[in-house]
């Protein structure tokens, strides 16, 4: 039976208990987890703040290159990361490769390249001073430069583990941080495996260290709650980012957050519906609807509403949904939807738990629920979408801006005015006009309002990995 140990310092760890982690497929077991208690989790932070000094040291072109290196390795091993994600989430192998893989190396290669290109600002000229009069204030030079926060933890979610490991991992070793990161306790799989690929490739031991085990009351929280941790990078819940900003306001220490959403896609009559509805299906129900930039909430001008139900639903039965992550998760996407109908919501398809093993859950359509029914606020992170009409512009962007989340949003139009008009007004981190989920990782992304606290992509991370001092030269 496969075993899993923490990574600390260079060494594989055991923890003082196991806990088994089983496919969502057919719940048999994938691997034996060691889950790391006070003891390994002061292991590792020790083991990151040694380390600390020498890779601050490090040139920054020394380190791009190592970052270069190191998005090499992970593609000679993207078939094993790829059947590692498989295992734990069910995903199919080809879009694990597509969507986690290869969107990793591309994100280590992007933290060389801005590593490589980075620069500082500077200000030449009169500064003022409460100490000299103004007409005799000097001629200076102020310009900035940066340092790491320190050691950081990030603290990954199971439904993109790889990559989402990786947006913060990549931009916290560019900017020279030592890193302990926490997996999700439903994938650790490849976060086990990428400490193997990184330390062959010769990533200084303690540098990068991973610790496994739950949340709350667990690795998660020990973690958090370390005084030995200088920043976190978190992606998940936001119940856990609570938790764990709570941790971090003792020490005063900064968070950066990517967290939930209830995104919401508009469909205006003049758009193109073949692609539209084919598009919001996919941003329904791609990952079984387990992705943080799904789309929930679809508000369709009313004109079109029953055509494009109706093209929607043909492009979902096109649809082949791998499982949901575990049974628990199932069942409170299912309650979600029970609850729905109870409200008043039509299930157009979907809506039942199928036979058999696994923690499969079909593409569900639903119309006819009110604005403020559960359903339409509360994110399932489920194959679950409903679709409600529209009688005009502002109305539609009024109801999707209704939420307390604000992480993405879609815009279906063939009116060039109107897709620039609507995107601005509408709330949310990332606007899609006639797409979705195209995203190149050097633009930022801000989850607004309960979306997310902090700005992550190219550069924007690198900040937050990274505190700036201003040196003032008096010329
Ligand atoms: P989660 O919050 O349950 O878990 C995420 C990680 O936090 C796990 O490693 C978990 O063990 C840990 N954790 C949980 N409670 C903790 C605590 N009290 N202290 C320390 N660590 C703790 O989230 P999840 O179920 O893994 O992921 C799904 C959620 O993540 C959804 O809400 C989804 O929208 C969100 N998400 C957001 C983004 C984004 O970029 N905005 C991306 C992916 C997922």
């Known amino acids: 039976m496969k075993e899993i140990f923490s990574y600390v310092g260079g060494q594989f760890l055991p923890g003082p208990r196991t806990f088994s982690k089983r496919s969502p497929v057919d719940n048999s077991l994938v691997a034996l987890v060691h889950e790391a208690d006070e003891h390994v989790v002061n292991l590792a932070v020790s083991a990151a703040r040694e380390a600390r000094q020498d890779w601050e040291e490090w040139d920054r072109i020394d380190r791009a290159d190592l970052l270069d290196r190191l998005a090499s390795a992970i593609l000679e091993r993207a078939d094993d990361l790829a059947l590692a994600e498989v295992a734990d989430i069910g995903r199919s192998k080809s879009e694990v490769l597509a969507a986690h893989v290869a969107r990793t190396v591309e994100t280590f290669r992007l933290y060389a390249t801005l590593l490589r290109t980075e620069s500082n600002d500077a200000w030449q000229g009169r500064a003022l001073s409460p100490n000299i009069p103004r007409n005799q204030a000097p001629q200076t030079l102020a310009y900035t430069s940066r340092r790491p926060l320190g050691v950081v933890a990030i603290i990954a979610p199971w439904n993109v583990p790889l990559l989402l490991l990786a947006l913060n991992l990549a931009p916290a070793l560019a900017a020279g941080n030592c890193v302990i990161a926490k997996p999700s306790e439903h994938s650790p799989s490849s976060a086990a495996l990428l400490a193997e690929i990184l330390h062959e490739a010769g990533l200084p031991l303690g540098v990068f260290n991973v610790v496994h085990g739950f949340g709350a009351n667990s690795t998660g929280a020990i973690l958090a709650a370390h005084p030995g941790i200088d920043g976190f ?243």
């Open 233 to 475: 990078g978190f992606t998940g819940e936001g119940r856990s980012a609570t938790a764990i900003m709570k941790s971090a306001a003792e020490g005063l220490r900064p968070v950066l957050f990517e967290l939930g959403g209830k995104n919401a896609g508009l469909v205006f009559a003049d758009a193109d519906l073949d692609k539209a509805a084919q598009a919001c299906a996919t941003a329904a129900f791609a990952n079984s609807g387990q992705v943080c930039l799904s789309m929930e909430r679809l508000f369709v001008e009313r004109s079109v509403f029953d055509a494009f139900v109706s093209k929607l639903v043909e492009n979902a039965n096109r649809h082949t949904l791998g499982p949901l992550i575990s049974q628990d998760h199932r069942s409170h996407v299912h309650e979600a939807v029970k609850r729905a109908r109870q409200a008043g919501g039509q299930c157009i398809i979907g809506g039942e738990i199928p036979e058999g093993d696994g923690a499969y859950y079909p593409a569900t359509i639903l119309t006819g629920l009110p604005d403020d029914a559960e359903l339409s606020r509360k994110e399932t992170f489920g194959p679950i979408v409903h679709v409600a009409p529209f009688d005009s512009e502002a109305e539609a962007i009024a109801r999707a801006n209704d939420t307390e989340f604000g992480l993405a949003s879609m815009v279906w139009t063939n009116d060039l005015s109107r897709a620039h008009r609507t995107a601005a007004a509408l709330k949310a981190g990332i606007n899609w006009v006639n797409c979705w989920q195209v995203r190149d990782f050097i633009t930022p992304l801000q989850g607004h309002g309960r979306s997310g606290v902090g700005v992550q992509g190219g550069r924007e991370s690198l900040e937050f990995y990274s505190q700036v001092t201003t040196t003032v030269v008096s010329l």
